[in-house]
């Protein structure tokens, strides 16, 4: 095939040169001759030409996240939103179905409901968890099913391979929004699913100091996405491309630091459960969970996130957030700082509290994005929270 214009995996090599990538900010680049100019403007060539049309920064990323995912190539974009709309954009046309689950980010609800049918293409939507609901779905001969594991807030699980291969039998493409459990805890293209799509201003960024998204597949994809990309103009920047390198070599090291301390988070609340002071926890990882064998299987680790439940309903919970005093307040997770969210007040606040309980997410239900603190810090702090607002 021809040169992608995305990136690729790369084969690794002791470096040479400068140990931090330069950061190009040109948006345009001077060319030697009309041949150069022609082979660039035709994206013939790859290569540094107009900023929108791809960069050396981006295309740093992208080889990055294609060699970590274990795909062909990947797409990177201005934001998570930016790679979802743009990927399900690039590969429907009108009169095409996709399937997309109830329990899916509200971004990707939103743009599935107010969007997509403006462009003639028709949403179904499905119970994730049911695979006769998918079977169910398929049978209406979609061209793209959505899927989304872990599930924001309920870190519900989603069968990937089982979902995969009822997508491929039905002759359906499947897209999976991977954000909550990035490499190394799972790895979706292993598991069958043809697309992965993160917002890499969480975990991949992991600093709370960018926006960008990534789409990963294979060749036949990413070519339709990139030549999306370029004339809708959605690409990632230089700078945020620059840090999400910067971010990359310590993936590894965060990911599972996180995910040890959820881990011990998750113990250290449940004795607040036995004690009676909060209803439950919920982590994947945890005997209890109703999906610790897929969890097993599908996941390395149970991830860095960890919902409890408090009594008293979305007042108490109210109350307990505004007690805390190292866990953040806000919007977005995976960084190096843990972070509380309140869904029935953000994610899900469109939803009513009949809604939300029909979508298992309780009133007093509060989602902790686990940080670097250490653990005995982040129980502590809940605790207090807890135990201050009784
Ligand atoms: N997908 C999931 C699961 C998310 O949680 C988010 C943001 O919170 C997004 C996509 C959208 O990402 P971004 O905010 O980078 O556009």
């Known amino acids: 095939m021809d040169t992608p214009l995305y990136g690729t995996p790369k084969s690794h090599h002791a470096p040479l040169g400068p140990l931090s990538p330069p950061l190009m900010r040109a948006s345009s680049t001077a ?22 049309m791809g960069h050396e920064n981006c295309r740093q990323f992208e080889s990055l996240a294609a060699m970590r995912e274990g795909s062909d190539g990947a797409v990177s974009f201005a934001s998570g939103m930016a790679a979802m709309s743009g990927s399900m954009l690039a590969l429907l046309r009108v009169g095409d179905r ?12 939103a743009f599935a409901a ?34 989304e594991t872990p599930i924001n807030p309920t870190l519900r699980l989603v069968d990937l391979a089982a979902c995969a ?19 190394p805890i799972q790895r979706p293209i292993a598991l069958g699913v043809d697309l992965v799509v993160h917002s890499a201003t969480k975990f991949y960024g992991g600093h709370s100091d960018l926006l960008a998204g990534v789409a990963c597949g294979r ?67 945890m005997p209890s969970h109703p999906d610790r064998d897929l969890c097993a299987r599908q996941m390395h680790g149970g ?14 919970a109210r ?4 007690a805390l005093q190292v866990v953040a307040r806000g919007p977005s997770l995976g960084s190096v700082e843990s972070l509380a969210s309140l869904p029935s007040f953000t994610t899900h606040a469109l939803l009513s509290a009949e809604e ?3 979508a298992g997410i309780p009133d007093g239900l509060l989602r902790i994005s686990v940080g670097l603190e250490g653990a005995a810090a982040i129980a502590a702090d809940i605790e207090q929270a807890v135990r201050r607002t009784a």
């Open 319 to 322: 109350r307990v957030f505004d």
């Open 219 to 285: 060749h036949e994809h990413m070519r339709l996405i990139e030549q999306f990309r370029r004339r809708t103009g959605a690409i990632l920047a230089p700078d945020p491309a620059w840090l999400l390198c910067r971010s990359w070599p310590t993936l590894d090291l965060r990911i599972n630091a996180q995910q040890d301390a959820a881990r011990e988070l998750a113990h250290r609340l449940s004795a607040l459960v036995r004690e009676g002071q909060i209803d439950d926890v919920i982590y994947p990882g």
């Open 31 to 52: 060319q030697p001759d009309a041949e150069s100019v022609r082979a660039l403007g035709t994206a013939q060539r790859s290569g540094e030409f107009y900023q929108r």
């Open 98 to 109: 996709v399937l997309v689950p109830h329990e899916v980010y509200g971004g990707t609800a």
């Open 356 to 358: 939300r309980r029909a």
């Open 114 to 147: 107010q969007d997509l049918p403006r462009f003639g293409v028709e949403v179904i939507r499905f119970r994730a968890l049911e695979l006769g609901d998918l079977r169910k779905g398929l049978a209406q001969r979609p061209k793209l099913v959505v899927l």
């Open 165 to 183: 291969l009822l997508c491929k039998e039905a002759g359906a493409t499947s897209l999976v929004d991977g954000t909550f459990a990035p490499p």
């Open 303 to 316: 991830g860095t996130m960890v919902s409890l439940i408090v009594p008293g309903g979305l007042d108490r």
